[in-house]
């Protein structure tokens, strides 16, 4: 029987990503290397694609993932600062957000490969699938990259979206406690809360908690 729906490998990489879509807090891309054993160890602790589970249910799994597999996972996480930063200067290189998740991806892909000599990969697919294969060709040309839509049913890919939402939200809960404010997920319900911590602290600070290329950023500073 066949490890996963997508492919027949014994051992592979998956990688996923958290806060893309998310106005407030980080972004982070995350990947886990699984093999027989790994797969059977995963489902028994009820892993599972993230936007399926509660936030709580998330913040039970991830730390049992670590614990097991602390050898064979990646994260890469970029703050608001870090991340707006990346963002303006690919930007002034005529590059987009999916310039980021590539490079993102791609190095999590290779931390892997180097940690685990494993050169099978399946991607949750968040572009064009050329922005990724270019990078991952260019430094990894022996690796069977899959990229795929909604991948997540993938175990390796549902792990990777559970240790990348984990980290994101730590992220939030950590900004709502230094600013005391309750900072918000998602791209919906959240002028309103900017707004108010612009209120609160100016719109410089914004920086510091979101994501200024939203087209939201707008929304919340025509105060």
């Known amino acids: ?23 407030f807090g980080s972004l982070v891309v995350a990947g886990v290397f699984v093999d027989e054993e790994a797969c059977h160890e995963l489902r028994a602790i009820g892993v599972a694609d993230s936007k399926k589970l509660s936030d709580r249910r998330i913040r039970d799994i991830a730390p049992r993932i ?21 963002y303006e200067t690919l930007q002034q290189n005529g590059q987009n957000l999916n310039d980021m998740l590539a490079d993102l991806h791609s190095g999590i892909i290779q931390t892997l490969i180097n940690e685990t000599n494993c050169f099978n990969i399946i991607v949750d697919r968040f572009a064009n699938q050329v922005v990724l294969r270019k990078r991952v060709e260019k430094i990894l040309p ?40 309750k900072i918000p997920k998602g791209a919906v319900h959240v002028v309103d809360p900017g707004r108010e911590f612009v209120q609160s602290y ?12 939203f087209r939201t950023t707008s929304d919340i500073l025509a105060i």
Do not use: C
């Open 1 to 23: 029987m066949s490890l996963s729906k997508y492919h027949r490998w014994t051992n592979w990489i998956g990688t996923d990503e958290s806060g893309k879509g998310d106005y």
């Open 142 to 181: 022996h690796a069977q990259l899959l990229q795929v839509p909604k991948a997540e049913s993938d175990i390796a890919v549902a792990a990777a979206s559970i240790v990348a939402r984990y980290f994101f939200l730590q992220r939030i809960e950590s900004l709502s406690h230094t600013y005391g404010l």
């Open 202 to 213: 100016g719109k410089q600070q914004l920086r510091n908690v979101a994501k200024l290329h």
């Open 66 to 86: 670590f614990e097991a597999h602390a050898n064979k996972m990646a994260w890469v996480e970029l703050d608001p600062p870090a991340y707006n930063q990346r």
